[in-house]
């Protein structure tokens, strides 16, 4: 399986790897990721032990891709240390690494025991999210569910917008609609997008709202006839009870809707899921825990381009009864 994926990442995402500059320095920087999470997990194991996972979604991310990868024993303590990788000499590629750096400054101990300053970690989600590698990862995306086939949008957790901004310059969708449970997020999202917050009465709405079942009972006011495309870059996780918010958001579906999804996972880069997973995220997920909680919710797989590099990406469509 491990060859096929190879395979099919060389296929679905060689722009990413042409900007990260060609497949060497992507694994540099990849490498990287791998050597802080031992690092990480070393110093948190040392300090807090193995309850750490219990306490902490980012000690709990750093341990399950670190077992699958042979890093570490059943038992936390390490079983093999990758050597330090040699510094990659690619813009995107080196923006990846000092992501990783920017974290260890912050002290793994210090967020798994929730002593992190939560602005310096906002700010470094917000700098990961408008990097060039992670524009690119997200336009790569966006081409490769074909967005431009979807005139009518719901994106559940809009973050800062950069997800709807990447869409509107791919394409003019007739409306797309967005919520977030953060005020924070959602105004900085409008601003963004140059539209007011929890008003609808232009091609992008945006709403705050504490779950996707409540986002979709304001959303479906605006879009009677539903959705043709609910669209999930790296959201899966921020949802408090994914089986119970997906299941929700399968009213707002037309007919022929599809769920576009991508998704870190435990098998992806183990550092940059416990980066994510150290901002707020509320869950950690392999690649087939994601598929049977769209299972659970009532979906049906239509088309997997990916299952875990750079992360899971599929197309999945509500069941109908």
């Known amino acids: 399986m491990r060859l096929l994926e190879e395979v099919n990442v060389l296929r679905y995402y060689k722009p990413f790897i042409e900007a990260g500059g060609g497949v060497r320095q992507v694994k540099k920087a990849l490498e990287w990721s791998e050597w802080y999470a031992v690092k990480w997990w070393d110093e948190v194991f040392n300090e807090l032990g193995l309850s750490a996972i219990r306490q902490s979604v980012f000690a709990r991310a750093l341990f399950i891709s670190l077992r699958l990868r042979g890093y570490i024993k059943e038992d936390g303590h390490i079983k093999k240390r990758p050597e330090k990788p ?5 813009s995107y590629a080196i923006e990846f690494v000092e992501l990783h750096e920017s974290f260890d400054r912050v002290g793994a101990v210090n ?3 929730n002593k992190a300053d939560e602005n310096t970690l ?3 989600y917000s700098t ?3 990097q060039g590698w992670y524009k690119i990862l997200r336009q790569t995306f966006l081409r490769l569910v074909e967005i431009e086939k979807y005139q009518t949008i719901f994106e559940p957790i809009v973050k800062e917008g950069q997800v709807a901004m990447a869409v509107l310059e791919m394409h003019k969708p007739r409306l797309y609609i ?3 449970y953060r005020r924070d997020n959602i105004e900085l999202a409008a601003s963004a997008l140059n539209v007011k917050p929890n008003e609808c009465g232009g091609e992008v709405c945006l709403f705050l709202a504490p779950t996707a079942c409540d986002a979709v009972k304001i959303a479906i006011r605006h879009v009677p006839n539903g959705v043709d495309s609910v669209l999930m870059l790296h959201t899966l996780y921020w949802l408090l009870d994914p089986v119970k918010e997906l299941f929700c958001i ?3 579906f037309s007919h022929g ?3 576009l999804i991508g998704q870190q996972v435990v098998e992806s880069t183990p550092g940059l899921v416990a980066i994510v997973a150290a901002m707020g995220a509320k869950h950690v997920f392999s690649w087939k825990g994601v598929e049977q909680i769209l299972n659970a919710a009532g979906y049906a797989l239509e088309r997997r381009f990916l299952r875990y590099m750079p992360y899971y990406i599929a197309v999945w469509s509500p069941k109908r009864r």
């Open 86 to 90: 040699e510094y990659p000499t690619n």
């Open 257 to 259: 809707g599809k769920l």
């Open 128 to 130: 990961m999210l408008s």
């Open 122 to 124: 906002a700010i470094l």
């Open 111 to 113: 967020v798994a025991s």
């Open 250 to 252: 399968k009213s707002i």
């Open 178 to 180: 967005g919520f977030d």
